[in-house]
């Protein structure tokens, strides 16, 4: 059974920083593109940013220059540093991924990790 377990997330300040991984386990043959979405109270699910298996990253408008994706291939993991936060950046944040595993292929979602950005 393929799982992605999210952590790092919890209450910050305005302007602080938070780092959260995306951790893939199971019998694992490849993971292609993996992602961190978030979703405030209210608000549809939006993307955040993704990267490639090969390390291409795309990122919403309203993080750019605030947050970076980055993979450890070897440990099946993606991460999201998240710089300057802003309480707007408050929201439940979740990770996908494309995942090839010994029983299918997989677009696996973890249960998410609660950001919360206080003024």
């Known amino acids: 059974q393929v799982q992605l377990v999210e952590s790092g997330g919890g209450l910050v300040q305005a302007g602080g920083s938070l780092r959260l991984s995306c951790a893939a386990s199971g019998r694992i043959f490849s993971i292609d593109q993996m992602g961190w979405y978030r979703q405030a109270p209210g608000k549809q699910r939006e993307l955040v940013a993704f990267i490639s298996s090969g390390g291409h990253t795309n990122y919403a408008d309203s993080v750019k220059g605030r947050f970076a994706i980055s993979r450890d291939n070897a440990k099946n993991t993606a991460f999201l540093q998240m710089n300057s936060l802003k309480t707007e950046d408050t929201a439940v944040y979740s990770c996908?991924?494309?995942?090839?595993?010994?029983?299918?292929?997989?677009?696996?979602w973890g249960q998410g990790t609660q950001v919360t950005v206080s003024s």
């Open positions: 996908n991924a494309l995942i090839s595993a010994d029983t299918g292929t997989y677009l696996a």
